[in-house]
């Protein structure tokens, strides 16, 4: 029983939520970009280099879809180089 | 199906793939040498693709998805050009530096940085990528296409 409890307290804990790293990412773009909606997922499948990330944001404004991914590339410039992937949706709709 | 059309295009630049002297210090900034050595894949064709693998054999998702999407535009492989960044190193960090972009794919059209795999995606979707390629003039005849010539 206790085995089974810790199983769905695991579970819950990943689907409901995020990692260290993804937390790291989300509060990462959160100071940057005041997102209105950001969702930051590790889709590695756990070796935790390749992230989903979608981001809708005031900042996005006026800017052509390149800049504005350009803009999430530069704030996490450090860890996309220690990646192997990154998929990226950005938009200015709020 | 048409990805055989694409058999036919340069896979990677002899400027790039000749003996570059090996340089033991971290590179910070792009040499000049693997500057114009990009510039020169970049002008090779109106359509350039850098990817991991080769479009026939494409070595990873986003490069796999990338040629799914250009092959679905029908891109004329004579127009077309595709370098595979795992064949060279020093191809593979100056494209990340050279476009500002740090991810591959990259597709460059007549020399500017489109984008990577997602806005591709996303181009694809709205109906800007066809455009954009239309009026680029980089497309098959529609004629050519019905026949699956090549």
Redesign the interface.
Known sequence: MLKYNSVVKQLSKRLYSMSSQEQYIYDKITKQLNPKSLQVADISGGCGSMFSIQVSSEKFKGLS??KQ??LV?EIL?DD??KWH?????TSSKV | MFLKRFASTRLYSPALSSHIPFRPQAKLFLSTETKKAIEGCVSSAPVVLFMKGTPEFPQ???SRATIEILDHQGIDPNKFAAYNVLEDPELRDGIKEFS????IPQLYLNKE???????LT??AQNGDLAELLDEAGVLCDVEDDVKGSE
Do not use: A, R, S, Y
């Open positions: 879809i390149v991914h350009k590339n410039k996309i180089g992937g990154l998929q990226l949706k | 990873c998702g986003f500002e972009w740090p991810t940085f489109v984008g990577g795999c997602d806005i996303t181009m």
